[in-house]
């Protein structure tokens, strides 16, 4: 918690109750001299171990040794070789679980700052793009355009390839864009760095849905060697307790997107969405923690149900911290059991029960209880379900051959990314399920490669 607090008070410069009702960015980057200042603090370990934390391996020590000589172009230049979108990871990364958990410096102390580094060489940093291979003439297809396809298709562009990315939504990004939102991810460093990635020579069509407007299959004949499907888990879960179908309960995923990429707070925008007086957000990632934040922009007091400690919470701690300093109240150890609504079928209240931890389990989490008789309620005229996702079955439903497990997952070899079907490879949170950003960008790179590996094995 001593590093949050030096990196609170160095990063955000609004008052949370003033930015608790605007959209703009509420962690700010690092100035020149901050940057130079934190970068000195890397002891460049030989084999460094943060490097092993990131899933695509960007160069850590090397990138920092550039910020801290002033060579942010440089810099930028080392984090691009392995990394297509290293403005949107310097933000959104839980780095605390990544590279920053591995590195030397945490062992006694802070870890250095290895996210906010990233994202001052992005924000700061100019570079040309990796000039692509000579043109092989084949044509490879990508299915979604979130982080994990931009990866693969930027790699495939590298070597050579001609890739069609095929986007359901009418904008790129996938999770970047209808996801995240724009105080913690603005959509102008989005779209700045996925143009970077289609200048790499990818052709972007949007409004099409692969599985209705053409299938997998489709594409195969029409020419396309090899399919990724980088089609994310936008399917929303739900706790299916009574009361579920009430008016004003939302899914996250939907509210998000009302939110994010339909500008439903705008007043210049015809997509309005419901002024709330008492919202609760049921969940403790960071989809809950967004939802929750957005509810307060938009309105009204909010509150987070969570049924473990917080302790517990799956949330990138910052994102904990900014929700509580913005005002929105946790309700921890609480579990719902029904939704309440009324005569009209708006919902009004949720019935929850108190929870208490118990034994670890199997991963070493420890299970949750609940306590008999210790049911309340707490106000809701808005109730927003963030409790995880899964993948849409659209494409294993129109693929023959495509295999997914119980939950929606496709399934892959143990390389993570090659699937049942011959000629089509999946990764991202079409695979993992709900995961990270850069989690979904290292099965893309990793896919882009095997993609290679088999198409050339094509041809022999
Ligand atoms: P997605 O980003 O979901 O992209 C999939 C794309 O495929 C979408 O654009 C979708 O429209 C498109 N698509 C789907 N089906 C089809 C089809 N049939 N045809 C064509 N296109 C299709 N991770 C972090 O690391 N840090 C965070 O702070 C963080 N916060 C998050 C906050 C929210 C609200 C959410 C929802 C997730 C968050 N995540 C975070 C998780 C992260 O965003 C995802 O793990 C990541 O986006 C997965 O990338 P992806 O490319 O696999 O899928
Ligand atoms: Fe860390 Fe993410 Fe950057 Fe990798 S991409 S070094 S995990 S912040
Ligand atoms: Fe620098 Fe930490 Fe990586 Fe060592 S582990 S090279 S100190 S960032």
Redesign the pocket.
Known sequence: MANMQTQKTKMCIQQPHVRNKNWKEVALGYTFDEAKNEAARCLHCKNAPCISGCPVNVQIPDFIKEIEKGNTDKALKIIKETNALPAV?G????QEKQCEARCVRGRKGESVAIGRLERFAADNGVCEEIKPEKDKGIKVAV?????????CAKDLCAMGYRVHI????H???????????EF??PKEIVRKEIETVISAGAVLETN??????ESVDELLDAGFSAVY??????LPNFMEIEGESANGVFS??EY?TRVNLMKAYRNDYDTPIKQSKNVCVIGG???A???ARCAKRVGGDVKIIYRRSEEEMP??RE?IMHAKEEGIVFELLANPVKINADEKGNASSVTCIKMKLGEEDEKGRKRVVPIENSEFEIKADTVIV?VG?SP?P??KSTTPGLESDKKGRIVTADDGVTTTREGVFA??????G????????G??KKAAKKIDEYIKGLSK
């Open positions: 990871c933000r959104v990364c839980p299915v979604g355009s979130g982080p994990s396809s931009l990866s095929f986007e359901a939504l904008l790129p990004g996938g999770v970047l864009e209808y996801g995240i939102p913690r991810l099409s849905v692969i599985g209705k407007t499907i980088g089609s994310g888990a936008g996250a995923n998000l990632g960071n989809v923690m967004d939802a949330a990138r994102e963030a996702t849409n659209l494409l990764g991202g949170d079409a695979v993992t709900a995961a990270t950003v850069i989690e979904a960008m099965a893309g």
